[in-house]
Structures are given as structure tokens and as C-alpha cells.
């Protein structure tokens, strides 16, 4: 069955430095959609990225993701970390259904 | 844009009670709800799937005995969760999206807590 794998519960990493948040899934599908969450402290999870085409890089607020269907992947980078985005962070691939990673937490030191 | 409202956001309700809750969407038709509880580990648990004009579909371990599921329009939906217990505990999000689009808009969540 369809399912989606986001192998770290916690990410830390320090101001300034890359990071990188791992996202994996299997699909019995051929039309889906990706998308990465965000979600704050006390606050509802947001659409932060989103696509559907194969090997395009899609971009917002300074993250970026690339659709791999080769490898079944929709990393999530960004090349500075900043303080403000630590927080909550799932994959989700949409069809009919919608499957939720189980979130990596996010956490970026000074 | 496209929002989300959900209320009440917090409720405290003694165990064996029930709690409403309810969802409405702004900006767009939302011809789909997908009620959701977040576990405390942050898990999300997909507890049913309403969709205007079909049936609603429950999850394993989620019946409609215990959250009745009202989707009267495309604006608005209600689920309430009958005879709260520990169990129940948690943060309660409703998300929504339209026929066109795969967009999952959540609500801002009703945190349900027993006593």
C-alpha cells in the first residue's frame, strides 16, 4: 500500500549551517502530488512546498525540494538554517488519499 | 486564499461527555474534509474522509458511533466526539480541500482535553 517514511524524528542543527529532512514513499499511483508541511509551535500545519513533476525543483521561503520518482524521494534542504525554523515538519503524498509522514522535528541552535 | 476555521480550540470536557467541533472553509469549496487526530508523539491519524454527495469513510479503530461526521455543504463540516474518555486526548484537525486540487488546508485544531 501507499505509505510515506521520514526517517528522522529529530533534526538538529546549527544556525547558518545546511540541513536536510529525508522523505521516502511508496505508491501504487501514477498521478500524485507532494507536499512538504510545516507546522509551528501551537499553530496548524501550513503548505511550505508542493509538486508533481518529476526531477523539477520547486522552492519557497529559501527550502527546496526535488520530486525523484526514481528513487521514490522529496528531500527537503535548505543551505542556511535559521532559529526561526524550528518546528514540525511532514511529507505528505496526495492521490484520492492522503498519506502523512510521521514529521521530523526540526531544531536549529544559535 | 484559501482558510480554514476551527472552533472551539480548546475544550475541557469531564470524561464521558461529548465535544462538537466544527470546520469552515473560506476562499473555496471544500468538497473534501479529512478529520485528523495528532497524537502526542505528532503523529497524524487519519480518522475519516468526508467528500460532498458520498458516503463517509471511516478509518480502522474509528467508527461513526464515535465521531459522527456532519458535511452538510461545501463550506462546512462538524464531528463530534461522543463519550470522551483519556483515550480521546488530543489535538483535533480538520483539513479540507477542493475537487480540483490536492492542497490539504488545515484548520487551526480543537485540542480536546478530559477530566
Known amino acids: 500500500g501507499d505509505s510515506v517514511t521520514q526517517t528522522e524524528g529529530l533534526v538538529t542543527v546549527t544556525e547558518g549551517l545546511p540541513v536536510k529532512l529525508n522523505c521516502t514513499y511508496q505508491?501504487?499511483?501514477?498521478?500524485?502530488?507532494f507536499f512538504w508541511y510545516v507546522q509551528y509551535l501551537n499553530e496548524a500545519p501550513q503548505v511550505l512546498l508542493k509538486?508533481?513533476?518529476?526531477?523539477k525543483r520547486t522552492e519557497h521561503q529559501g527550502f527546496h525540494a526535488t520530486l525523484h520518482k526514481s528513487s521514490s524521494s522529496f528531500h527537503l534542504q535548505k543551505s542556511s538554517a535559521q532559529l526561526s525554523d524550528s518546528a514540525l515538519y511532514y511529507c505528505?503524498?496526495?492521490?484520492?488519499?492522503?498519506?502523512f509522514g510521521d514529521g521530523t522535528q526540526l531544531v536549529v541552535k544559535p | 486564499g484559501a482558510l480554514v476555521y476551527q472552533y472551539p480550540r480548546r475544550t475541557i470536557c469531564k470524561s464521558g461527555t461529548s465535544m462538537r467541533m466544527e470546520c469552515q472553509a473560506v476562499?473555496?469549496?471544500?468538497?473534501?474534509v479529512a478529520w485528523y487526530r495528532q497524537s502526542p508523539q505528532k503523529t497524524f491519524e487519519l480518522i475519516a474522509l468526508s467528500t460532498v454527495n458520498s458516503a463517509i469513510k471511516y478509518e480502522q479503530n474509528f467508527t461513526q458511533e464515535k465521531f459522527p461526521i456532519s458535511h452538510p455543504n461545501l463550506s462546512f463540516s462538524s464531528m463530534t466526539v461522543l463519550n470522551a474518555y483519556l483515550e480521546d486526548r488530543g489535538l483535533y484537525l480538520c483539513?479540507?480541500?477542493?475537487?480540483?486540487?490536492?492542497?490539504?488546508?488545515f484548520g487551526e485544531g480543537s485540542r480536546l482535553i478530559v477530566v
Open positions: 483539513g479540507a480541500r477542493q475537487y480540483s486540487g490536492n492542497t490539504l488546508y
Open positions: 476562499g473555496f469549496q471544500a468538497t473534501s
Open positions: 509538486s508533481s513533476t518529476d526531477n
Open positions: 505528505v503524498h496526495s492521490n484520492n488519499r492522503i498519506f
Open positions: 505508491t501504487t499511483y501514477l498521478t500524485i502530488a
